[in-house]
Nanobody, 125 residues
Framework: QVQLVESGGGLVQAGGSLRLSCAAS????????MAWFRQAPGKEREFVAG????????NYADSVKGRFTISRNNANTAVYLQMNSLKPEDTAVYFC??????????????????WGQGTQVTVSS
């Protein structure tokens, strides 16, 4: 059973940086697509960034391009989200997700079948 555990969230001032981590276990991650989503209060869960584990191909939401970087570590099956130049509108709960049957980095949350518990990111102005 796939298990995902996020960490690294917190409170940061606008313009600052945070690095989120997702510790992954219980699956054959070399075959999966991994992604980060976020959900702000009263809003739908939205795609942030995705990575295809096998070749490292990435995909980003327009709102974070040039500021966020997704990466993976094969040695310890972890996925990271480096977030720079943070803005107040980045405030949300960030979730790590696995798409165990997919090949392309889907932006639709319904395609992802395993989720972490989420980590809060708050950006103050």
């Amino acid at each position: 059973q796939v298990q995902l555990v996020e960490s690294g969230g917190g409170l940061v001032q606008a313009g600052g940086s945070l690095r989120l981590s997702c510790a992954a276990s219980g699956g054959t991650f070399s075959r999966y697509v991994m992604a980060w989503f976020r959900q702000a209060p009263g809003k739908e869960r939205e795609f942030v960034a995705g990575i295809r584990w096998t070749d490292g191909r990435t995909n980003y939401a327009d709102s974070v391009k040039g500021r966020f970087t997704i990466s993976r570590n094969n040695a310890n099956t972890a996925v990271y989200l480096q977030m720079n130049s943070l803005k107040p509108e980045d405030t949300a709960v960030y979730f790590c997700a696995a798409y165990t049957t997919g090949y392309y980095t889907s932006t639709t949350p319904y395609d992802y079948d395993s989720w972490g518990q989420g980590t809060q990111v708050t950006v103050s102005s």
